[in-house]
T-cell receptor
Framework: AQSVTQLGSHVSVSEGALVLLRCNYS??????LFWYVQYPNQGLQLLLK??????LVKGINGFEAEFKKSETSFHLTKPSAHMSDAAEYFC???????????????FGQGTILTVHP | EPEVTQTPSHQVTQMGQEVILRCVPI?????FYWYRQILGQKVEFLVS????????KSEIFDDQFSVERPDGSNFTLKIRSTKLEDSAMYFC?????????????FGQGTRLTVV
């Protein structure tokens, strides 16, 4: 079974500041990890994914995330926030194993990012 | 760019009524999913569908729910007799493959309000 915990339901940063959104996972098998972003009135868009290759993953819009097995974490970062980054961010895990559950994503509760001028 | 489209964007229905939420997945995708997000809560998996049958379903997906691919393009979620607690945003998703590293593409969602 898999689960994801996102620490902080709301994060507020100033424009130009570092963005750090935290995600910790629990998985009985090696996980695949994803970050999705949801802009207002839009669907979920994939930002980046970890699929057991490089532990530092770069995504769209300047975001990146680092898979740390020892810490069971996959935190999302961006060096300099932009106003357009304001959205809700979801971390998700999928089991890296055979069987019928490989398609199913398990999501965290989401973090709303607010960017102040 | 190919995208998953969902209709309607909003639906209001009376308790006890049947609703059908519609989705058009990306054309070459083979795996289809429904998720829902009750306001203020997590996005939750409902069901996955492949080769014209359900491959996995969650505890939420009880006998009130059904899915169908009635033709080559649409993928529908039917709720037989809606309850107030079915009010949520429903997301359809599709992926080309069912492997764990394959990206799932999500639609914009249908906001269902049961009154």
């Amino acid at each position: 079974a898999q689960s994801v915990t996102q620490l902080g339901s709301h994060v507020s940063v100033s424009e130009g500041a570092l963005v750090l959104l935290r995600c910790n996972y629990s998985s009985s098998v090696p996980p695949y990890l994803f970050w999705y972003v949801q802009y207002p009135n839009q669907g979920l868009q994939l930002l980046l994914k970890y699929t057991s290759a490089a532990t530092l993953v770069k995504g769209i819009n300047g975001f990146e995330a680092e898979f740390k097995k020892s810490e069971t974490s996959f935190h999302l970062t961006k060096p300099s926030a932009h106003m357009s980054d304001a959205a809700e961010y979801f971390c998700a895990v999928r089991a890296n194993a055979g069987g019928t559950s490989y398609g199913k994503l398990t999501f965290g509760q989401g973090t709303i990012l607010t960017v102040h001028p | 760019e190919p995208e998953v489209t969902q209709t309607p964007s909003h639906q209001v229905t009376q308790m006890g009524q049947e609703v059908i939420l519609r989705c058009v997945p990306i054309s070459n995708h083979l795996y289809f999913y429904w998720y829902r997000q009750i306001l203020g809560q997590k996005v939750e998996f409902l069901v996955s569908f492949y080769n014209n049958e359900i491959s996995e379903k969650s505890e939420i997906f009880d006998d009130q729910f059904s899915v169908e691919r009635p033709d080559g393009s649409n993928f529908t979620l039917k709720i037989r007799s809606t309850k107030l607690e079915d009010s949520a945003m429903y997301f359809c998703a599709s992926s080309e493959l069912g492997t764990a590293n394959t990206e799932a593409f999500f639609g914009q969602g249908t906001r269902l309000t049961v009154v």
